[in-house]
């Protein structure tokens, strides 16, 4: 069976819009300290890759972000390699140090996956898609109903844009077309 892979084309200085989902859509996100720790990750990551962020959040069955990479020797696949393959076998590690239930729906072939397989979505957004999808992410977690207010949620660059509490990487929004409050 030929699986298809996904094709992401690096465009200098463009944002781009990924989407990562948990196996099966299970929600791998709904511990707090599964969702901090992932932040932690991200931060890292991004500093490490020297990457702007321009907006993210934290899903129980998924993550959305924007970021940036400018200097055309990150490629997305390296970035989101290094970011979600070591959380994943953090996290699934623990879970088999601690025999968590859930690794029982997280089995595939010889072992487990927090990630669905596949890359992802990832595409390269521009001025007014850019907006929208900031707004798009920070949006998530009300529709979801899991905050009243997108600055609400910890788990969100929203706090940042709102001028809130905050927990996650520097959020480049001098970079950005438009004025902090049009995002929130």
């Not at 992932?38 to 490490?48: A, E, K």
């Not at 990457?51 to 069955?61: G, L, S, T």
Request: proline letters at 4%; charged letters at 25%; one cysteine or more.
């Amino acid at each position: 069976m030929h699986r298809r892979q996904m094709k992401r084309h690096n465009v200098s200085g463009a944002a781009r819009f990924l989407t990562f989902s948990c196996y099966q859509q299970l929600p791998l996100f709904k511990n707090d300290k599964v969702k901090d720790h992932f932040v932690d990750r991200f931060r890292n990551t991004v500093h490490r890759f020297n990457i702007e962020v321009f907006a993210w959040v934290i899903m129980p069955e998924h993550v959305h972000m924007i970021v940036c990479d400018d200097s055309d020797s990150i490629t997305m696949t390296r970035l989101t390699h290094a970011l979600k393959r070591p959380f994943a076998l953090e996290v699934l590690n623990r879970w088999r140090k601690i025999n968590a239930v859930i690794l029982s729906k997280l089995t595939h072939g010889d072992g487990h996956r927090f990630w669905q397989t596949g890359g992802g979505y990832d595409r390269a957004v521009v001025d007014v898609e850019l907006l929208g999808k900031i707004r798009y992410i920070h949006a998530n977690p009300v529709e979801r109903e899991l905050v009243k207010n997108p600055e609400d949620y910890r788990w969100s660059s929203a706090g940042c844009y709102a001028g809130g509490s905050y927990i996650g990487p520097p959020i480049s929004i001098d970079r950005l077309p438009f004025a902090r409050g049009d995002v929130v």
